[in-house]
């Protein structure tokens, strides 16, 4: 069954934003995403599956080289979502962008959102 559902996606000129919402489908989920790290992963046609960002209960973040700057990953603990918000998108930020955990606890993968970038 799907646990995380992710949202926002869409076609984008490079240069463009997109906020992209990852929220949870079951109660329990719900507990454990505002209480573990969480992150954002995405796949490119024909590579594998990389991670983008990720974010502590807390609040602490750290992010992959390639998007620092650009993108911002967040939560909001009382409504068991997860966000991220991506500024100055490139065409090699295309990809299908999910969230999971990011550290001891992952779930099963959802369907992801897909983010295109035209140049």
């Known amino acids: 069954q799907v646990q995380l559902v992710e949202s926002g996606g869409g076609l984008v000129q490079a240069g463009g934003s997109l906020r992209l919402s990852c929220a949870a489908s079951r109660t329990i989920v719900r507990t454990i995403v505002s209480i573990t790290n969480m992150g954002w992963f995405r796949q490119a046609p024909g590579k594998q599956r990389e991670w983008v960002a990720y974010i502590t209960p807390?609040?602490?973040?750290?992010?992959?080289?390639?998007?620092?700057?650009?993108f911002t990953i967040s939560r909001?603990?009382?409504?068991?979502?997860?966000?991220?918000?991506?500024?100055?998108?490139?065409?090699?930020?295309?990809?299908?962008?999910?969230?999971?955990?990011?550290?001891?606890?992952?779930?099963?993968?959802?369907?992801?959102?897909?983010?295109?970038?035209?140049?």
């Open 58 to 70: 807390g609040g602490n973040t750290n992010y992959t080289n390639s998007v620092k700057g650009r």
């Open 76 to 119: 909001d603990n009382a409504k068991n979502t997860l966000y991220l918000e991506m500024n100055s998108l490139r065409p090699e930020d295309t990809a299908v962008y999910y969230c999971n955990g990011a550290g001891t606890w992952q779930t099963g993968w959802g369907q992801g959102t897909q983010v295109t970038v035209s140049s």
